[in-house]
């Protein structure tokens, strides 16, 4: 079985189409009610009849977009904030993947919601240890977005914050 059949499968299930249904929409679509002896062409036309019903196709692993919800953009906002404020050391998507991979055993594009308040919650426990209180007063206040707080930082501008605010 070629993948696509078995992709027209799986959006047969995921739509709900019993088989009476099935073999109807076939029918439809390219005129016999099976795929067994179906070109690619036919293969085709099948699965984009599925996509304008309803189907969407997802890949197999996670992709990225997992890495752009909004607990990743909290994490990074987390992350880059306390490296302007010289909490974290390094600043690069390298370390953050790292640590999140450490945390939680998987890479932030993979990670659940679940595991992403973790992290979150590890970062603020992180921010919380800061040693010198008014670093601490100050990397709050931006990722709070407060009025007060500092729009230059060590020499550079503050940026990250407007990823999320610190609940």
């Not at 009849?49 to 990743?72: I, M, N, W």
């Not at 932030?108 to 308040?117: D, E, F």
């Not at 670093?135 to 709070?144: N, T, V």
Request: proline share 2%; charged share 30%; net charge positive.
């Amino acid at each position: 079985m070629s993948k696509l059949i078995g992709m027209i499968h799986m959006a047969k299930s995921r739509l709900g189409m019993d088989d009476t249904t099935y073999r109807e929409f076939l029918t439809a679509v390219i005129g016999r009610d099976s795929l067994r002896g179906s070109t690619s062409g036919e293969q085709w036309r099948v699965m984009e009849e599925l996509k304008r019903r309803g189907f969407v196709p997802r890949s197999a692993g996670r992709t990225t977009a997992a890495a752009d919800s909004p607990q990743a953009r909290k994490i990074r906002s987390l992350w880059l904030t306390m490296a302007d404020c010289g909490i974290v050391r390094d600043r690069s998507e390298k370390a953050l993947e790292n640590y999140v991979r450490r945390i939680t055993g998987v890479r932030l594009g993979q990670a659940t919601v679940k595991q992403c308040q973790t992290v979150i919650e590890t970062l603020k426990a992180w921010l919380d240890r800061c040693d010198d209180p008014r670093i601490r007063a100050i990397c709050r206040a931006i990722l709070e977005q407060a009025e007060d707080a500092p729009a230059v930082l060590h020499g550079k501008t503050v940026v990250e914050a407007r990823h999320g605010n610190l609940q």
